[in-house]
């Protein structure tokens, strides 16, 4: 199960490559809050504004 808050983070991504990096990720993490994580290897947590622009 997912957070309110993770799901509004995915579905209102436009960067298609952070998308792909989270995808290639989901398989790997624990939670999905662990998608945003970063560490050593880890994409950006964070997306920039214009990922957070809604889909049109």
Do not use: H, K, Y
């Amino acid at each position: 199960m997912i957070t309110d808050a993770v799901r509004e983070r995915i579905v209102t991504c436009s960067d298609l490559t952070l998308l792909n990096d989270w995808l290639d990720r989901a398989g790997t993490v624990e939670r999905a809050e662990d998608l945003f994580s970063t560490g050593p290897g880890s994409p950006a947590a964070e997306p920039t504004p214009q990922d957070r622009q809604p889909r049109s």
